[in-house]
């Protein structure tokens, strides 16, 4: 008989092969899970040297998958910048800067997000001047909650050589107002034109960064993250760093990349060579269809409602995308694709069906990321092609509902942000954050996708696409690993699979929904050690 290392029991144990929690304990020998079972059964694998914990009715559950989430980006505005997302206005915001801007380092860029004028009293977009009024000495990049557009000072603009004159590039507009001035707003792509200054970082602050991230994605207990491809904010990522880690016995979460689709086939071969291992690894590749609701670039399939000029537009020419995917999907790589619009999950749809087509059929698993808005049609298509939804529950709060409803039609509401209608229409959804654009916390992903409540926690949104707890859960731990293809790795307690565990302050199953807001954890194991115990006043009782 094998001898556990741990062995960890509660009244309340999630392995997720079920709709609830039981009596169990669990086994670990190195990175395994060597049993599971009752009390009694897993007594053979006691020893002298076992360690060992019951954890009263406290849920134990697989550590958290985040599918989707900007791990660099993310990581810079938690702990680097300002939060402007309670701000009620352009004046508050500018207020907010000037304090922030006193307490940084006279050389150094002051770099905010989350402001979204579609909270505020008066919806328009911001100017340039008011920033210049109370910060003129200084470069200033504040990004829109939906990280698709900038509000700059001037001079932010004039260090990046921004003037009148520049022309858009791909996929981006540099907003001037009547008299052809550049108004400080830079939407889609055209934010590059200043991030690439802004967030040029040396690598100690990289790494500060990324030790910030390990901390707080084991404090929350997220054991596995997919990073995925973030356009103007790639400048910060570091893959290399992220394997120095790795190499080190340094990485406590496990990180499936998801680097750029474009031409350049070779580089994505070469990347998934050098990143594969059990905790690192390149993982698929990402692109964007279209960008946002609220900044009309979302691709729809008829034209907005207050801007019917348009319809939005794609990030890239239709075959152009369609030509990475047919090559990369020879490839057998998995790609995952930002739809937004309905526009958009109906291209990519075909797009991936096309590929089948010129490739032959296999387990490709690609996925849609948000899926904001989907023509009913196209629900099913997901099952027959294979496809992950893989969508983040908090989005339907982060902003009012008119939002979207005085843009796309009333009409559209009943498929906007559908959750319960694609947990049903296929094998595996995934869940994760969209971090920075929502918080890390993946307790608040499980209170809106069982709840619906929208950002007042007063309306509830589509009421229908409730899920519940159990089957959130799932969406957040074995759902995730499905889309990574990790499924008999991760995902569940089950023999065999790596010992990636949480224990929670409170069984899930036995509490009020707003309850859920405020549960922490208190262990994290991941690949079968302790990398985080919460250090309450009764931390001596945990005997680790």
Known sequence: MVIADKVISSEAVFTGLENEAKPAAIAIKGNKIIAVGSMEEIKPFIGLDTKEYHYGNQLIMPGFHDAHLHLMFGSLFSHASINLSDAHSEEEVASLVKQFSENVHADEWIIGYGWDHTNWAEKCLPTRFSLDKVVPNRPIILFHAEGHYSWVNSLALENARVTNETEDPPNGTIQKDENNEITGILLETAMNLVVDIALAFPD????????????????????????LFASSFDK????????AYDEAGKLTTRIHLYPELNDDIDRAISLREKYNSEKLQLAGLKQFIDGVVTGHTAYMLDPYLDKPITRGSTAFPVETIKNWVTKADKEGFQIRFHTIGDGAVRLALNIFEAARTD???????????????IHPTDIKRFKELGVVPSVQPSHLALMPKESHTLR????KDPYTYLCKTLYDAVEYIAFGTDYPITTLDPFKEIFHAITRLDFTS??????QEQITLAEALKAYTIGSAYSTFREKDLGTLEVGKLADIIVLDKNLFEIENKEILQTKVLLTIMDGEVVYLHSAENSHLYRW
């Not at 490739?359 to 808005?373: F, M, Q, T």
Request: glycine content about 6%; overall charge negative.
């Open 408 to 411: 796309v039609g009333k009409e």
């Open 204 to 227: 100690k602050r990289k790494e500060e960064l990324f030790e910030e991230f390990l901390k707080k994605s084991a404090q929350l207990g997220i054991t596995s993250v997919n990073d």
């Open 359 to 373: 490739n032959g059929v296999r387990d490709s698993r690609h996925a849609l990321e948000h899926i904001e808005v």
């Open 236 to 243: 910060l990522n570091s893959f290399d760093m992220y394997k």
């Open 458 to 463: 007063d309306y509830e949104w589509n009421s």
